[in-house]
């Protein structure tokens, strides 16, 4: 096998076989890594030219009802401090963001049973009566079918729900017993089903990672055929039982991204902030690799360094315009240009 050969039939074949693609990660040098970014980037281009689409991130809670063991806002750390924004804290939130050009908010939070279907669904259809044109994606976890038809009823476009992993070993080291991979699975099929634009992903290197399951990965998600995929290194919180774990690798990060690209070209994949925690430039060098979308933070700056998955995340104590600013010239410095359009997913 060839790693040239191998890139060249990803970017013909839009796949390859799960032999080659763990070849390919395993026998990357210098060179070949250069030639699959380039690969994956010409990729991105071809469909989206230099436009890179912006989504506004509001954290809007870190109660959850989960122990997820990675996570640094799992209900078992007592040293989270807990917080919720009112709606009305999130629709200013919005209207900060639509100001600076976003079209695309992003509510994330913990899986936090104070907001109800009632809640919620509330929350949706105030911020689409005030902002018509733009889109709501929702990063809320595992709810019932009942209750994301309600949500997509209400007016949300799109859902971000990463399966983590698609290998039961690996999703048991990841999740207490209560937890079911089975379960999430069904939920990403459902989301499908019922409409959203569905974004599905996983994090590299996180705790009993192996190369095989992360390119299982990459061949699950071109099955499943989501629109959105998020990708990044894991990063070890202090306050979990993975403290001392290492982060995942920047380097393996981006050539998933890379090979992802290839596997799926119309995918619109963020340039995640937990890559631009291990690198300054990281974000930059995911787009480089075949990324077309960032997602700059809007939660309040009050509230910032409580949202913390993992330690050292970045922007914890920037301003909105800020964030939207630096990301602008970010993408600047590399030919890029931040958009301000929904980038909906198109077939
Ligand atoms: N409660 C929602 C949102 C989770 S937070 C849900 O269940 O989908 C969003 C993502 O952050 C997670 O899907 C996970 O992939 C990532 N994340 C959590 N802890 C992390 C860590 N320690 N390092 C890197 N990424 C992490």
Redesign the pocket.
């Known amino acids: 096998m060839d790693c040239l050969k191998i890139i060249e039939k990803l970017q013909k074949e839009e796949t390859a076989d799960r032999e080659e693609i763990l070849f390919l990660l395993e026998n990357l040098d210098g060179e070949t890594e250069q030639a699959l970014h380039r690969a994956a980037a010409e990729k991105s281009r071809e469909r989206f030219g230099n436009r890179i689409y912006l989504r506004g991130l509001i954290e809007f809670t870190n109660y959850?009802k989960?122990n997820?063991f990675?996570?640094?806002?799992r209900k078992g750390n007592r040293n989270a401090q807990r917080y919720r924004l009112e709606s009305e804290d999130i629709l200013a939130c919005c209207r900060m963001g639509y100001g600076l050009g976003y079209r695309t908010f992003v509510l994330?939070?913990?899986?936090d049973p104070w907001f109800t279907d009632e809640r919620m669904t509330a929350i949706v259809r105030a911020i689409k009566r005030e902002f018509p044109d733009c889109a709501v994606t929702l990063?809320?976890?595992?709810r019932s079918r009942e209750s994301y038809q309600a949500l997509f009823d209400a007016g949300a476009d799109r859902y971000?729900?990463?399966e983590?992993t698609s290998t039961k070993e690996h999703y048991e080291m990841l999740h207490p017993k209560t937890m079911s991979m089975e379960y999430r699975l069904q939920c990403l099929e459902t989301l499908k089903e019922i409409g959203y634009q569905t974004g599905c992903?996983?994090?590299v290197g996180?705790p009993g990672w192996k190369l095989e399951y992360l390119v299982d990965e990459l061949l699950f998600i071109k099955k499943f055929g989501p629109h959105m995929v998020?990708i990044?290194?894991?990063?070890?919180?202090r306050d979990?039982k993975?403290a001392k774990e290492p982060h995942?690798s920047l380097a393996l990060t981006l050539n998933l991204v890379a090979v992802l690209r290839l596997m799926n070209p119309k995918v619109l994949i963020p340039a995640t902030t937990?890559v631009g925690t291990l690198d300054p430039r990281g974000r930059e060098k995911a787009v480089l690799a075949g990324a077309n979308v960032v997602m700059p933070n809007l939660s309040p700056a009050s509230v910032r360094k409580k949202y913390m998955?993992?330690d050292n995340k970045i922007c914890t104590g920037d301003e909105a315009a800020e964030c939207r600013r630096c990301l602008e010239n970010r993408m600047r410095s590399i030919g890029y240009e931040i958009v301000t359009d929904r980038g909906d997913y198109r077939d």
């Open positions: 959850c989960n997820c990675y996570c640094g806002i994330q939070g913990g899986e990063s809320l976890g595992e971000l729900l990463r983590e992903g996983f994090m996180s998020g990044g290194p894991f990063i070890p919180h979990t993975y995942g937990a998955l993992y």
